[in-house]
């Protein structure tokens, strides 16, 4: 009876650690799947188009297509995006979408350790027109594919964000 029991317990043990190891690796690869960064000047003038560059790199083994929407290298909406004006957060004042499905053509293919980058106009999606230190970062939900662009239900979300980049307008 006591060696049933103490089978049990290191049969328990051993499961509980195997699915601890399996989580923590799907944790590492979720933190290091995709990296971002945002670059802006240190300053602008009042009048001054906003424009700054984002970059996403893979960081993993695979090549993974990316949906661009939500994102900077989207050319016709700047969501994903945290902005601040003397520390309170801006809304976005473009216009938003209701879309169909993605097409092949709004996913980006980046192969392994490939950093894509894109410029962009701050100013035409938020207010900088005010003299203030603004604050801008990447917070988004990326949404992407292993490989080439598949099926929607085969995408996964991964939670994508870039240390804060500060910049006076004067």
Known sequence: MKILMTAKLLLWS???AASAAHLK??????????????DCLSSYKTTDEVMCDFSLTNNGESAYSVLKWNT????LALDGLTVS???EELSPQGIRMKREDPAASD???IAPGETVSSKFDLSSEYDTT???EYTVAVDLYLEYVK??????EESELFYL???DVSFQVA
């Open 14 to 16: 051993t499961l509980v």
């Open 147 to 152: 490989g080439s662009v598949g099926s929607p």
């Open 72 to 75: 900077p290298l989207n050319d």
């Open 85 to 87: 004006r003397d520390g």
């Open 161 to 163: 964000s870039s240390s």
């Open 107 to 109: 996913f980006l293919t």
């Open 130 to 132: 005010k003299a203030a």
């Open 25 to 38: 690796a799907e944790d590492a690869r979720d933190v290091q799947l995709f990296s971002a960064s945002i």
